[in-house]
């Protein structure tokens, strides 16, 4: 029947209450049943009970997923010491009008009516009335966290990783995600614990899970996070001098050394230095140092230049004064690194000069891979400015091409 149509009536000794019929008076089968409700246009406010009752609602709402509780079940929730308190909650949800009642009468006790169940009339509203979070809206929130617009090409995979995860793992994911964005956006970078402290204020808050998910996702070192503290890697056959005092002779160590930026910066003088090595590729980097000239220091460029390694190369090219050559993979990423690497250079008053990085070095390459496309767009923007001679020709055949290569095939 059509709620316009029912045949609700006014209780006979309740003022403000309606009755509607749903039995069939006269059947012995089954006994006569009604429906109550209070005649009010809209419910009213909840605010001026007492506490206890409050408390009782709140744990009903908390643990019914049903729009139509049996009455008993309430009850049974609400305990033997609280029956009483469980029927003044009734009455009074019914009496603002949150409610409607379903009654059976009783067979033993002819004009009785007892409560079977009854029926939420704004379950939403009455949530947010007493103060809790209506569970359609949060999944409705939490589905919209999964969609994340991101501009930063390291960021893509996390985003996919992010709306594919578990509905219950998606609002701590977000968070971290949107911090990591704004991690990337202000040029930060830090340990792992500095990274938690700017998501989530404290060093210890993002758990072993969380950055195993990270980790998975999203090169943690490109986006400037170290587990510890980061280190500058170096190789070749030069003396490192601080106050006076030799702080580091490359020349009699066999392999490459790493130092913290605060050891760096320490270093106030080279001691037989002619040319500094740049090299991106790790294990390309390691056979530079291996072959290192008598007065060369190398220095490893990882694939994201963090501020600490701009600060750390900047000072040690300024104490050199020598000339520069950089080598990184024959990409689009490559020749940008190279150009970052290079501005540091020019801005100590040196002399730079791409190495290992031109149209010949790519076309000698057996193994070369298509161009993603992130790396067209990429390309694209650097094709649009200037680049030195060497590196225009390289992108220029990549884009003809569509083709990069690593730098492990010719280093």
């Not at 039995?23 to 009213?44: H, T, Y």
Request: proline share 5%; charged share 20%; net charge negative.
């Amino acid at each position: 029947m059509d709620e316009g149509t029912q045949d609700w009536r006014a209780h006979e000794s309740q003022p403000g209450i309606e009755i509607l019929s749903l039995g069939e008076p006269g059947r012995d089968a089954a006994p006569e049943k009604r429906r109550l409700r209070a005649a009010l246009n809209a419910p009213q406010s909840l605010a001026d009970w007492p506490r206890e009752r409050r408390a009782l609602l709140l744990e009903w709402l908390k643990q019914t997923r049903s729009e139509h509780p049996k009455w008993m079940v309430l009850l049974d929730w609400a305990g033997p010491k609280r029956q009483h308190l469980a029927v003044e909650a009734l009455l009074g949800l019914l009496l603002r009008g949150w409610i409607e009642i379903e009654e059976v009468s009783s067979r033993i006790a002819p004009g009785s009516w007892q409560p079977k169940s009854l029926t939420w009339r704004d379950l939403s509203a009455l949530r947010e009335e007493m103060g809790l979070a209506d569970p359609a809206a949060e999944k409705a929130k939490r589905e919209n966290q999964r969609w994340m617009s991101v501009t930063d090409e390291r960021l893509l995979a996390l985003s996919l990783a992010l709306a594919g995860s578990t509905s219950q793992f998606v609002p701590s994911r977000r968070q971290l995600c949107d911090g990591l964005a704004q991690w990337l956006a202000q040029g930060r970078s830090g340990t792992r614990s500095q990274f938690a402290q700017f998501v989530r204020s404290r060093t210890r808050l993002i758990h072993d899970a969380e950055w195993q998910w990270l980790n998975e996702h999203v090169d943690l070192a490109a986006c400037g996070i170290s587990a510890h503290a980061p280190l500058l890697t170096l190789g070749g056959n030069c003396t490192l001098v601080a106050n006076g005092w030799v702080m580091l002779d490359l020349s009699l160590l066999p392999q490459h050394v790493a130092m913290t930026p605060a050891n760096v910066a320490t270093c106030d003088q080279i001691i037989g230095i002619q040319q500094i090595t740049i090299v991106e590729n790790l294990s390309a980097f390691a056979s530079v140092c291996q072959q290192a000239g008598a007065s060369e220091l190398v220095i490893w460029l990882p694939g994201y230049v963090a501020p600490w390694w701009l600060d750390s190369v900047r000072h040690l090219l300024a104490l050199a004064k020598v000339p520069v050559r950089i080598s990184c993979d024959c990409d689009p990423w490559g020749i940008e690194l190279a150009l970052k690497a290079g501005a540091l250079a020019s801005q100590t008053g040196g002399i730079w000069q791409p190495w290992q990085m031109d149209e010949a070095t790519l076309m000698q390459c057996d193994h070369r891979l298509p161009l993603t496309d992130a790396d067209r767009r990429k390309l694209e923007t650097l094709l649009a400015g200037k680049l030195p001679s060497s590196l225009a020709g390289l992108a220029q055949s990549m884009d003809q091409l569509s083709q990069k290569a690593g730098q492990e095939q010719y280093l």
